[in-house]
């Protein structure tokens, strides 16, 4: 071997671990977890039929533990949070929303909605919808957690 080539086994180590980290922090655990577990997906004839109920995953596997039966969800998951800045004329806001369901609808359509597929959810916090919407539609529509109000004597809103 050349000595000009040559590196030692403590530096090519520490170039090995730099390098994994360096992956890791760039794409995430998940990313390397996808690479090192990959497997071929054959591709969809059709685009993936999606419900309108954006929380339900086709095909999702059920066990039964202790006597109660168990969803098992999707493998890898990610939870994104951000803080919504807009212009709050109507106009610009149902533009945004059309440029938002336009770019979901892209990024599932190649995927099926299946735990080994791709399924999308975009949720609101409360303080969305005490700021933007009237209080009585919010009192109205808001879905509310019916055994936790019964016991407690509480509205508990579910959001």
Request: charged share 20%.
């Amino acid at each position: 071997m050349n000595e000009h080539n040559s590196i030692s086994r403590r530096a090519f180590l520490k170039r090995a671990a730099g390098l994994a980290i360096g992956t890791i922090s760039a794409r995430g655990i998940y990313g390397m977890l996808g690479t090192a577990a990959a497997f071929e997906r054959p591709a969809l004839a059709t685009p993936a039929a999606r419900t309108r109920e954006q929380y339900l995953v086709d095909d999702v596997a059920t066990i039964v533990d202790n006597g109660v039966q168990v969803l098992l969800p999707p493998l890898y998951h990610e939870i994104i949070t951000a803080k919504l800045a807009f212009d709050p004329d109507p106009a610009a806001l149902f533009r945004a929303q059309v440029r938002l369901e336009h770019a979901l609808q892209l990024v599932e359509a190649p995927y099926a909605p299946t735990p080994a597929g791709l399924t999308l959810v975009v949720g609101w916090g409360l303080p969305y919808f005490r700021k933007h919407l009237p209080a009585a539609l919010v009192d109205r529509f808001m879905p509310i957690d019916l055994k936790y109000s019964a016991a407690s004597g509480q509205v508990l809103t579910e959001v």
